[in-house]
């Protein structure tokens, strides 16, 4: 250990601390495509902005705030996986969707403490350092750039050599400062505890340890909080990058990151550019060495603060992780996974036994005679009692549909979702896959997108603009679109197709089929480089059984406050084409369409019903299947077909905001051939084959 870490620290970095008393990012060269994220390094192609002096947006950024609305505002920043948003739900006594990998927090939550409504806790998505990469990372640093509170940086006690770059650049805004040393159970159980009072009197700033799954450390970090600790000294910016910061002028977040090559801040002045490409050798060189600097200080002051003779990770975990991360092994995992998850539990469980029992024990044996006899004697009118308790009722299409098929099957998936993102397991997956998905113009990243897809596509398309670039995005959201069966969606096919394993199996192999060619396709016809990738893998973890629940809880009412009201406009939109005959006539210009692919006329109005909610339609031929009128061929080649079809009108109107008309126009367009053209292929096939 140094006679004295804090000087030693210094020394490391070479700080000057009369300059700079502004975050400066440990992270990447945007412009160059190089991504420096304290750990680890990846490269690839990234866009750049033009530039001048600062750009607008990173003037909107340095502006004052406006006036709070409240007495004070805490902001909770930290990277992925440090257990931010657990934190937030013990501070609020709310829920802020807890992620166990980095791109699922898209958009910033905020609630009241607890302890004092006049207080408000923000929970920022997950940021590595203060030069952005992904929008997850932009929107963090807008939300510190433009607040005037204190500053909650929650780290991960067993990895703090990987947050405490960040520390540094947080020291140097002069806001108050607290260190939330979270996960310190793990540490404890690894032997890697830190000595928070010794970094504490390093640092200047309180550091409390804390473990936000079960409550430990809450009342100790409300209180430091509270006591509003200014940090004492900024920590300065390191040679020789402070020179060239001091030559840019004005203020020196501004100048760090337009050195940097952060396309917001636009380029730095000639003088401030020459200096730099002199000493350093451009924006790349610039960013990578002060990140290197920064972590010198770090690693430093960590000196006698860690134990340095512990190993962070078991031998059994790390074992763990190369079967699971290996082509073979975690192939076949992960196959194991999605049959016991997807196709038993949401598949078997959520669409078979719990749909069975609220469709037929509750609403086809109870509630919906219940609902036609009270509209048949409280509504003299016909077309009103049509309207609520009709084929097309309100009651007994809209919310039968919604609670007894879609909601029991969203909620089996969101569970076993939950359950995956907590154990750390979605995050090898993502690794994983990365090499397969860059064939296709995606990377690892992608995976929560596509995986999400499978319980809400509307949301997975939301969750798309994590991604890197505007190729991926749109490659993602075009196979989201067409391939990807949101989970109610898929419990009904899966629910249909359990008479028969052969046709499940003819469903997935036609599924991935289509799913490879249009990535491949798209990846071709696309122009753009290949996505760079980065990943920092959480440690394997046992869920926590509150916080599965909580979580799944908190989806499954999003999701149903979300699909209620558009069921219930489906089926006013449906009884009054009913009534004016537009439904008729639309659906006898699907007939020949569905003829053609070998399927009963009656299956025309599940497709027509798709468009509404996807589900919707699935729900549609359930009710065909039930009774019998489709053999396995017509029920593979209508659960191939309405898979495929066009997506509902809710992820339509996302992918407007999101893609563009244009692009969402052709997905629409691409989604009807392609499911009607491999439809029919199937069919034919099947037929062939295996005789009906």
Known sequence: ???????????????????????????????????????????????????????????????????????????????????????????????????NYPGTSVEVSAATLAADPGIRVTDTPGLYAMLAVTEEERVARRALLSGTGPIVHVVDASNLERSLPL?????????????????????????????????AERLGVAVV????????????????????????????IPQPFAAAVAAAGGSAIAAELSLAGDPEFGPPNSGAAALRDQRLGGEEAFAIGL????????????????????????????????????????????????????????????????????????????????FMEAARTLLPSTALRDLVAGPYGLLTLGVRYAVAIVLPIVGTFFLVFALLEDSGYLPRVAMLLD????????SGRAVIPLVLGFGCSTMATLVTRTLETRRERVIATLLLALTIPCSAQLGVVLGILAVSPWAVAVWAGVMLAVFLAVGLGAAKLMPGAPPSFYLELPPLRLPLARNVLLKTATR????????????????????????????????????????????????????????????????????????????????????????????????????????GLRTALAVLVTATVVAFLVGGLVGWTMRAVRPA
């Open 435 to 442: 090499r397969g998905l860059k064939r296709l113009g995606l």
């Open 167 to 199: 520390s540094l650049q947080l020291l140097s805004l002069g806001r108050p400062l607290v260190l939330a040393c979270n996960l310190m159970d793990e540490a404890r159980r690894r032997g890697v505890a830190p000595e928070c009072d010794l970094l």
């Open 209 to 236: 340890p804390t473990v936000a799954t079960t409550g430990e450390g809450i009342d100790a970090l409300i209180a430091a909080v509270g006591a509003g600790q200014v940090p004492s000294d900024g920590w300065g």
């Open 1 to 99: 250990m140094y006679p004295d870490a804090t000087q030693h620290a210094r020394a490391m970095g070479n700080t000057v601390p009369g300059v700079g008393r502004r975050p400066l990012s440990c992270g990447p060269s945007r412009r160059h495509g190089v991504c420096l994220v304290e750990s680890g390094f990846h490269s690839g192609a990234s866009e750049v902005t033009g530039g001048g002096a600062l750009s607008q947006a990173a003037v909107g950024l340095l502006e004052p705030p406006a006036a709070p609305r409240y007495a004070t505002e805490w902001l909770l920043v930290g990277a992925p996986n440090v257990g931010k948003s657990a934190l937030f739900g013990r501070l609020t006594g709310g829920y802020a969707t807890v992620s």
């Open 291 to 370: 990140a290197s600097a920064r972590r010198r200080m770090a690693l430093a002051l960590l000196d006698g603060v860690v134990p340095s003779a512990a190993s962070a990770r078991s031998s059994r975990s790390r074992a763990l992780d190369r079967w699971l991360l290996s082509p073979v092994a975690g192939l076949g995992v992960m196959a194991l996974v999605l049959w016991l998850g997807v196709y038993e539990f949401v598949g078997r469980f959520g669409a078979g036994t719990l749909v069975g029992w609220i469709e037929h024990g509750l609403f086809e044996h109870r509630l919906s005679p219940l």
């Open 556 to 659: 499954v009412r999003w999701y149903f406050a979300e699909i209620l009201p558009l069921f219930l406009l489906a089926s006013v939109l449906l009884w009054a084409g009913n009534l004016t005959g537009l439904l008729k006539a639309a659906t006898a210009a699907l007939v020949p369409a569905v003829r053609a692919i070998g399927l009963p006329d009656g299956a025309a109005p599940a497709f027509l019903y798709g468009f509404f909610r996807r589900d919707f339609g699935a729900a549609g031929l359930y009710d065909l299947a039930r009774r019998g009128v489709l053999d396995v061929p017509a029920l593979t080649t209508a659960a191939v077909t309405i898979t495929l079809f066009v997506p509902c009108i809710a992820q339509f109107l996302v992918m407007r905001k999101e893609r």
